[in-house]
């Protein structure tokens, strides 16, 4: 089960970090920031794209090699799980996201929920 799930993630995170470098601008203009200068496409380039494609190979280490299950675990629990507090505690400030980055809030939830039951398991077995 955490094979899976680690593979899982993996190929979503390493998709995403993709897709994040060779369409920059266009996200940027979907999420209402167009007009973006180098240096804030260099920052989303970086932090969305290049920390999902650290991410990505973390989780791929983590399904090949056991003994890299638990951090790859950890780390999808306190950044899925930062990102999803984040989003639920800016709600006052903001209001309702768009319909896709609410999707991303209940991903990144449900993936930290996940990876904690799984470190748990992992845990109990020890």
Same mark, same amino acid.
């Given at each position: 089960?955490?094979?899976?799930?680690?593979?899982?993630?993996?190929?979503?995170?390493?998709?995403?970090?993709?897709?994040?470098?060779?369409?920059?601008?266009?996200?940027?203009?979907?999420?209402?920031?167009?007009?973006?200068?180098?240096?804030?496409?260099?920052?989303?380039?970086?932090?969305?794209?290049?920390?999902?494609?650290? !991410?990505?190979?973390?989780?791929?280490?983590?399904?090949?090699?056991?003994?890299?299950?638990?951090?790859?675990?950890?780390?999808?629990?306190?950044?899925?799980?930062?990102?999803?507090?984040?989003?639920?505690? !800016?709600?006052?400030?903001?209001?309702?996201?768009?319909? !896709?980055?609410?999707?991303?809030?209940?991903?990144?939830?449900?993936?930290?929920?996940?990876?904690?039951?799984?470190?748990?398991?992992?845990?109990?077995? !020890?």
């Amino acid at each position: 089960m955490v094979r899976l799930f680690l593979a899982v993630n993996t190929i979503l995170f390493l998709g995403f970090g993709v897709h994040v470098f060779l369409h920059t601008p266009t996200i940027a203009e979907n999420l209402g920031i167009g007009g973006v200068n180098t240096d804030g496409l260099y920052e989303l380039r970086s932090n969305y794209g290049g920390v999902s494609l650290g !991410a990505g190979l973390l989780c791929l280490l983590g399904a090949i090699r056991a003994q890299l299950q638990r951090p790859a675990l950890f780390f999808l629990l306190t950044y899925t799980g930062g990102y999803a507090l984040g989003r639920l505690l !800016a709600l006052p400030y903001d209001g309702l996201p768009s319909a !896709a980055l609410i999707a991303y809030g209940v991903f990144e939830a449900v993936t930290a929920t996940i990876a904690f039951f799984l470190l748990r398991r992992l845990a109990s077995t !020890a």
